[in-house]
């Protein structure tokens, strides 16, 4: 049987693949939980810098199955939506990562697709590739993208987006900020690896927490922010002092993650 995930690690990168090309990569309950299990894994792995997510063949993810609610629904069981589960969505498990969180969108983010490329800090994306969040169109609930999106481009534009579920050219959402890179169709990861190598250079306890206070500090009045105190204390780390040397001697840095 073949893995819903491809798991690799490449340098300092987890490399998480979505396995169900067969269904454009749509995510049932056991690939929900596989990439949920695996971001948790690569979270506590102190040889992990950055967690990159991308789909297998021509498409990113488009979105949940539902297959499985039509299974539900054929069973006389009812689909209850995010807010009425025992435990964290897919979502939640992204955006409580410690580590950078990196979206290689090789295809079509659709629906929940689109979601996951949001749920992470940066998106690196194929020049084909396009997103689009239809749930209006299909009867159902968007509640991660409802949140994230006004967050992350105008109201108007986010509400435009989530009302229409109209497909968005890469063009488009890069003219919003929602692309930080685009790589062409042919290579997108090995691409996108280039430019992860940038971040993966940087210290890892830096990382985690100019990420942990970007994430809390949101929405936060900036007086109180600033004094916001949370994740690995950088300033008293060996990673500190070697930064130190390793720019005095005109060296690149050797990281201990300590």
């Given at each position: 049987m073949?893995?819903?995930?491809e798991?690799?690690t490449?340098?300092?990168?987890?490399?998480?693949?979505?396995?169900?090309p067969?269904?454009?990569?749509?995510?049932?309950?056991?690939?929900?939980?596989?990439?949920?299990?695996a971001?948790?894994?690569?979270?506590h792995?102190?040889?992990?810098?950055?967690?990159?997510?991308?789909?297998s063949?021509?498409?990113?993810?488009?979105g949940?199955?539902?297959?499985?609610a039509?299974d539900?629904?054929?069973?006389g069981?009812?689909?209850?939506?995010?807010?009425?589960?025992?435990?964290?969505?897919?979502?939640?498990?992204m955006?409580?990562?410690?580590?950078?969180t990196?979206?290689i969108v090789?295809?079509?983010?659709?629906?929940?697709?689109?979601?996951?490329?949001?749920?992470?800090?940066l998106?690196?994306?194929?020049e084909?590739?396009?997103?689009?969040?239809?749930?209006?169109k299909?009867g159902?609930g968007?509640?991660?993208?409802?949140?994230?999106?006004?967050?992350?481009?105008?109201?108007?534009?986010?509400?435009e987006w989530?009302y229409?579920?109209?497909?968005i050219p890469?063009?488009?959402?890069?003219?919003?900020g929602?692309?930080?890179?685009?790589?062409?169709?042919?290579?997108?990861?090995?691409?996108a690896?280039?430019?992860?190598?940038?971040?993966?250079?940087?210290?890892?306890?830096?990382?985690?927490?100019?990420?942990?206070?970007?994430?809390?500090?949101?929405g936060?009045?900036?007086?109180?922010?600033?004094?916001?105190?949370?994740?690995p204390?950088?300033?008293?780390?060996e990673?500190?002092?070697?930064?130190?040397?390793?720019?005095?001697e005109k060296r690149?840095?050797?990281?201990?993650?300590?």
């Amino acid at each position: 049987m073949t893995e819903v995930l491809e798991i690799q690690t490449i340098g300092r990168t987890r490399l998480l693949t979505l396995n169900r090309p067969e269904r454009r990569n749509a995510l049932n309950r056991a690939l929900n939980d596989a990439l949920a299990e695996a971001v948790i894994e690569a979270d506590h792995d102190p040889e992990v810098y950055v967690i990159a997510i991308t789909g297998s063949g021509t498409t990113f993810c488009s979105g949940a199955d539902l297959q499985d609610a039509k299974d539900l629904a054929d069973a006389g069981k009812p689909f209850y939506g995010p807010l009425h589960n025992t435990r964290r969505s897919l979502f939640e498990v992204m955006i409580d990562s410690r580590k950078p969180t990196v979206a290689i969108v090789n295809g079509p983010a659709v629906a929940g697709g689109f979601e996951l490329a949001l749920s992470c800090d940066l998106r690196v994306v194929a020049e084909s590739a396009f997103f689009a969040v239809p749930e209006a169109k299909r009867g159902r609930g968007a509640h991660y993208a409802s949140v994230a999106l006004p967050t992350l481009v105008p109201f108007g534009i986010a509400m435009e987006w989530l009302y229409t579920g109209r497909r968005i050219p890469h063009e488009e959402a890069r003219l919003y900020g929602l692309v930080n890179r685009t790589v062409p169709d042919n290579d997108p990861v090995d691409s996108a690896m280039e430019f992860i190598g940038e971040i993966t250079s940087s210290a890892p306890l830096s990382l985690q927490r100019l990420k942990l206070t970007a994430r809390h500090s949101q929405g936060m009045p900036p007086r109180e922010a600033i004094r916001l105190d949370i994740g690995p204390d950088v300033y008293l780390s060996e990673d500190q002092k070697e930064g130190a040397r390793a720019f005095l001697e005109k060296r690149e840095p050797r990281w201990q993650g300590r």
